[in-house]
């Protein structure tokens, strides 16, 4: 699913799954602790996800108290819940 969003550089943020918070706050994890946490990171299905308008980085044109509601863009053909 992020890579459709984020479609120029494919980029997903890890989304850390509550058992592994605090495991993730300890500051002398290994490097096999940290591939683990990541490559353990919560599903896109549980995800509730939806498009937003394009002004919310625009500055103060983004500043608007319905600035977070869907916004249909036929370029984004997924899915959302």
């Known amino acids: 699913m992020f890579a459709k969003i984020q479609n120029k550089k494919n980029r997903r943020p890890v989304i850390i799954q509550e058992l ?3 495991v993730w706050l300890v500051p002398t994890l290994s490097e096999e602790q940290i ?3 990541v490559n353990n990171d919560l599903v896109d299905e ?3 996800t939806w498009p ?3 002004d ?9 108290p ?3 509601e869907k916004v ?3 370029e984004l053909e997924i899915s959302y819940n």
């Open 20 to 22: 592994y918070i605090e």
């Open 35 to 37: 591939k683990e946490v």
């Open 46 to 48: 549980e995800l509730e």
């Open 52 to 54: 937003m308008s394009k």
């Open 56 to 64: 919310l980085y625009r500055g103060e044109v983004g500043q608007r």
């Open 66 to 68: 319905n600035i977070t």
């Open 72 to 74: 249909k863009y036929k």
